[in-house]
């Protein structure tokens, strides 16, 4: 069995990794980047849903400096291009049946939510980055997180996920 340090291991690497891997996305090829984030978000999934044997709290989600938020979203947006917008599936109502999605949002939000987990472990909170990231997650980011694997999947079943 897994113990605690391990799982909340496996999350910090998780984090560091889609962390660095969106702060880099401006040097590197967009094929290969998207193809990397296709196989890093479901890493990153198994790591927070294996942080359940901390004590969840509904923690807030943090305050992001807009502006800041703004310019990753833009950036990102612009580097996916065509392959940003998706759209949603709902059974629902007709109204919401037309809503669409980007990639670039879910990328964005993620990164945030996980950033600031990330400067809780520099301030040596491990036990409060695990609660932040379980908190945000089941109240913000997971469902950005499902959306983003969702449309990766089905960018990669089209034969999307790499313009070659």
Known sequence: ???LSEKLT???VAAESYCGLI???HDVVIDSWLYDLYTLLPRLHSAVTGLTTFESQDLPVPEIDLDTRFDLYSRLRKQLGERDSYWLEFDASPEQMHMSGS??????DIYFDLQHGLELLDEAWPQRAAQVWQSTYKLHWGQHL???????YALKVRNQLSLN
């Open 146 to 152: 499902v959306d983003a694997e969702r449309h990766l």
């Open 23 to 25: 702060e880099s996305n």
């Open 10 to 12: 496996e999350m910090v």
């Open 1 to 3: 069995m897994e113990s």
């Open 103 to 108: 990639l670039a949002d879910d990328l964005t």
